[in-house]
């Protein structure tokens, strides 16, 4: 195929299609992560054990979600994504239609936590290393909107799920659930297909001007990079924050008095709470992804990553009010789901798209990281020091700090590679 065939095929209405299946497949396997937090009390009454102990699912889930991602993206990058997309999100939906019939922590840890983090990482790192492909000259934008349904995937189940678990029980949701978002996924998988190869010299830029690799760099010598592992601390910093909000959110909530029982707008305020924020962080993802292709990833980087430590903070003092509690966690959500857009373009970016899957999965394993910081230790601290305070000053203070590394730390430490490994280009162009 030329190399005006392949900027065609990239640029035209067939990537939108793929688009639009990687953001449906998202959206399936999204529910393990983000709806676990309504799961923690009824599994407690279930199989007992304290909090710290539930915990672990969650980290077993982002662990195995992250650190295979290498691997994963390597099978994808060789296999292509159709088969291994599907197997995941068959694996995503089995993990509930099974713990539904877990009786112990460690079975719950092999359900839960085994199975939904093989499969929920099958699907993530397959799709989002599809789109830097298929969208080399929107790059930003289409991770966004990719991991855009991962953060919205569970909007329209919080009211449900909250609904029936209250009117069915915990087994009869888990087993409903799991069915219907499996099937969902697989039907998606199906029509996927791998975006055309495309040489570094023949890719289409974005709009803007902006240093972009002319090397296609395999994962050995990106590792070897000190770029690579300041990125890896950034989005490992800001996973922790995050996750510490999702896996936790339900709890220290209740600790503040924000429950269901409390109404909000004539809502339960905790579903309602959990619903606006699934908003917020779906909608973060592509809208800081445009603004990145439009103002520079790093600029945009600080921008989010310092606004979200400062929501952090606003959150903690609204604590008392009920109505502005529920509208300030979804300004916190806002402010952290974009790195699931700001870094696999920045990497992509940086390190070429041949083996951007792959590549992306070393850096993904940086959330496997911060699920740890950001579930059971986090937990151990609350239960330590009877507060959430110090969990928070903690969070708030590495937010902060990541959002001035992006300024003073990244942006110079990517110029610098890229004007020592190969003649970096100004931008052309975008393709209509």
Request: net charge positive.
């Amino acid at each position: 195929m030329t190399t005006t065939a392949l900027a065609s095929t990239v640029s035209g209405r067939k990537r939108w299609f793929q688009l639009a299946l990687g953001v449906i497949a998202m959206m399936a396997i999204s529910s393990p992560q983000y709806v676990w937090t309504l799961f923690t009390k009824p599994l407690l009454g279930t199989v007992g054990g304290t909090l710290p102990d539930l915990q672990v699912t969650f980290s077993i889930l982002i662990v195995l979600q992250t650190w295979l991602s290498p691997l994963q993206g390597a099978l994808v990058d060789r296999f292509g994504p159709r088969l291994l997309v599907m197997t995941g999100c068959a694996l995503s939906g089995l993990c509930w239609v099974l713990t539904a019939y877990a009786t112990s922590l460690p079975a719950i840890y092999f359900t839960y936590g085994v199975l939904g983090g093989i499969g929920t990482g099958i699907v993530y790192i397959g799709i989002i290393g599809q789109m830097v492909k298929w969208f080399p000259d929107k790059r930003g934008f289409a991770t966004g909107m990719a991991a855009a349904g991962y953060g919205f995937g569970a909007i329209f189940l919080n009211f449900p799920i909250s609904s029936m678990l209250a009117s069915a029980g915990l087994q009869h949701t888990l087993i409903v659930f799991g069915l219907l978002q499996g099937a969902v996924g697989v039907v998606a998988a199906l029509f996927l297909q791998p975006a055309p190869a495309m040489g570094a010299a023949s890719r289409p830029q974005p709009a803007v001007n902006a240093l972009r690799t002319r090397r296609d760099f395999n994962s050995r010598e990106m590792l070897k990079t000190p770029v690579f592992w300041l990125m890896f601390a950034m989005m490992t910093m800001m996973s922790t924050g995050g996750l510490m909000v999702i896996s936790q959110f339900a709890t220290f909530s209740r600790s503040f008095g924000i429950d269901e029982k409390v109404l909000v707008l004539g809502f339960a305020a905790l579903p309602l709470a959990l619903t606006i924020d699934r908003i917020t962080n779906g909608l973060t993802r592509p809208v800081f992804g445009l603004i990145s292709d439009r103002i520079g990833r790093e600029k945009t980087m600080a921008i989010a990553f310092i606004g979200e430590g400062l929501a952090i903070a606003a959150l903690v003092a609204v604590r008392d009010d009920p109505l502005l509690y529920v509208l300030m966690s979804g300004v916190v959500f806002f402010g952290w789901g974009e790195i699931f857009s700001l870094f696999p373009s920045t990497l992509t970016d940086t390190f070429g798209e041949t083996h951007a899957t792959k590549n992306y999965g070393f850096l993904y394993m940086a959330q496997g990281v911060g699920s740890v910081l950001g579930g059971p230790i986090a937990a151990w601290i609350y239960a330590s020091s009877g507060s959430w305070m110090p969990v928070f000053g903690i969070i708030i203070a590495m937010d902060v700090l990541t959002g001035v590394l992006a300024i003073v730390a990244l942006a110079p430490m990517r110029r610098k590679l890229l004007e020592g490994a190969a003649p970096a280009t100004r931008a052309e162009p975008a393709l209509a």
